[in-house]
């Protein structure tokens, strides 16, 4: 899990490295709790570029961290999600309460589609 | 014609969180000699995820134990069984019902059961109040268009001929 910090914009941007299950989920859950809090940011971004594995132990994650952004009058968006992570998503509402921009993985996509 | 294999293995490993990986990927391997897609693969990965986090999260409540694990293949299609000993669920029609959650303190979203049945083909789940719960989960693995066992025979059998031929 990489975390930077825009000082500017105030936004913080969370790339996901690893696949995320209740062990996993528990641990990012616990640091970005903390970053969120002592940032004080504007917008949190969930990057799912690297995203190999996902269960439900991430949407509870996901929602968690969306509630705790919202109370301190933040933006939350999920980028980069992928076919089958969105399947997930769709499945719980999340996508119905959470913002999902997924305009780099088209684009990615797209060329890859080129390439072949 | 070729005879179609049964297999079968079996795993067991402590109510730890951090196991969880190691079934999901454990399990995989072994399904992965008939061949799935990436697709099925990631569906059966993240049904055992589902399943096993259910036994150490909510049938050991996260205390000791033991998960265990039985996989079988029967022609294309697999069967896995996710075993625990753990406190058992009260009301099955309940739990596995979409967004219910006896956790919700621990950021449980209660999509574990609506997961594994829209992953796999069929979801059976035992349980008995204080002796522990079992999901049975099957999934037919698509054979490949490509793959036709009898052709591949015949290729095998040609084979052999030539080779028996030249010697």
Do not use: W
Request: proline letters at 1%; a negative charge.
């Amino acid at each position: 899990m990489i975390t930077k910090y825009d000082k500017e914009n105030k936004i913080l941007t969370l790339i996901i490295t690893e696949e995320i299950d209740q062990h996993t989920a528990d641990n990012i859950r616990r640091k970005l709790d903390n970053e969120i809090e002592i940032y004080n940011c504007k917008k949190v971004i969930f990057d799912f570029t690297n995203i190999t594995f996902m269960d439900s132990s991430g949407i509870g994650m996901v929602l968690g961290r969306y509630k705790l952004v919202k109370m301190l009058g933040g933006e939350f968006e999920l980028i980069n999600v992928n076919r089958r992570l969105k399947k997930i998503f769709d499945m719980s509402g999340v996508s119905r309460i959470i913002k999902i921009n997924n305009e780099g993985l088209i684009a990615k996509e797209e060329n890859n589609e080129e390439a072949i | 014609m070729k005879k179609l294999y049964d297999n079968e293995m079996k795993l067991e490993f402590s109510s730890k969180t951090c196991n969880e990986a190691f079934a999901r990927i454990a399990v995989a391997a072994f399904v992965s000699q008939l061949d799935p897609t990436i697709d099925e693969l990631s569906d059966i990965k993240t049904a055992i995820s589902e399943a096993v986090t259910n036994s150490i999260i909510h049938g050991y409540e996260e205390g000791e134990g033991t998960v265990k694990i039985e996989a079988r293949i029967y022609l294309d299609t697999v069967q896995i069984e996710i075993i625990d000993n753990g406190k058992g669920i009260e009301n099955v029609e309940m739990a596995m019902k979409p967004l219910y959650t006896s956790k919700p303190d621990l950021e449980r979203s209660g999509m574990g059961f609506t997961i594994m049945e829209s992953f796999m083909d069929e979801v059976k789940v035992e349980s008995a109040l204080g002796f522990g719960t079992r999901v049975i989960m099957k999934k037919k693995i698509t054979p490949k268009e490509d793959i036709d066992e009898d052709n591949l025979l015949d290729e095998k059998q040609k084979e052999d001929i030539k080779n028996t031929l030249g010697a």
